[in-house]
């Protein structure tokens, strides 16, 4: 960890315009000047992964799409596990990134692992189906967000799981079960995001509820580095396609 690092990802999450005249445009101007940098910042924000990457490397082997999956940092929380895996895609829109997973895998001796320009809400294996698909910290920069579940549905096999982990705010009025935020959790934290093109959403977890059966759900906050008085909420997810 270094200032230098931090700040210019700071100028780049809250300063810098994000421009594009498309999702793809934008996603890799936003990310470009952070690519190196991206990981060592965003482990002390992005909490939760760890324990969804371990708990779905202990599934039966077989394909796992990684939607958004960035630097392909999310798959050393798998592993030795990641071993036994066939085939690993690292999908995303963002090429800049998927420069670091080509360079991850040949550090980690990856064979198994591939990054892919795609897009979540459309693009499906070679294979034709997936038998792990994991989002994280990537369902809430997808505007079609609804599509880009659909599309995990369908490639994944019956039994199949998903896993999700994700800022979100709950609804005005949560499910028996679920937390429910006040109003200023609510108002603040999609505002706060949005300038990064990142939507907080009161509907995933009912959305996923709703389309797999649930074997995780978890609700929790995490730290915003350098901003000690601010927690944001973030949810980890695990389901099986019915």
Do not use: C
């Not at 109003?183 to 949005?194: A, G, V």
Request: hydrophobic share 35%; net charge positive; proline share 6%.
């Amino acid at each position: 960890m270094s200032i230098s690092n931090d700040l210019k990802i700071l100028y780049h999450l809250l300063l810098r315009p994000i421009r594009g005249k498309d999702h793809a445009q934008r996603m890799e101007n936003f990310y470009a000047g952070q690519a190196e940098g991206y990981d060592d910042f965003r482990k002390r924000l992005l909490q939760g992964r760890e324990h969804v990457y371990q708990t779905l490397g202990q599934s039966t082997p077989g394909v796992w799409v990684d939607f958004g999956g960035g630097t392909g940092s999310n798959l050393e929380f798998i592993g030795p596990n990641i071993a036994k895996f066939p085939k690993i895609y690292v999908v995303d829109l963002a090429t800049s990134l998927l420069g670091i997973v080509q360079k991850r895998s040949e550090r980690n001796g990856w064979k198994n692992v591939e990054p892919i320009t795609g897009d979540a809400t459309q693009w499906t294996p070679s294979e034709g189906y997936a038998d792990v698909v994991t989002f994280s910290y990537s369902l809430t920069m997808i505007p079609d967000w609804f599509a880009a579940i659909d599309n995990a549905l369908r490639i994944l096999k019956p039994g199949g799981k998903i896993g999700i982990i994700d800022f979100y705010v709950s609804r005005k009025f949560a499910a028996e079960g679920l937390k429910r935020h006040g109003w200023s959790t609510r108002s603040f934290w999609p505002i706060w995001f949005s300038g990064d093109n990142v939507f907080p959403s009161p509907d995933h977890i009912p959305y996923l509820q709703n389309h797999f059966d649930t074997v995780l759900l978890t609700e929790n906050r995490a730290k915003v580095p350098y901003m000690p008085l601010l927690r944001t909420p973030y949810y980890q997810f695990i389901g099986t396609k019915r």
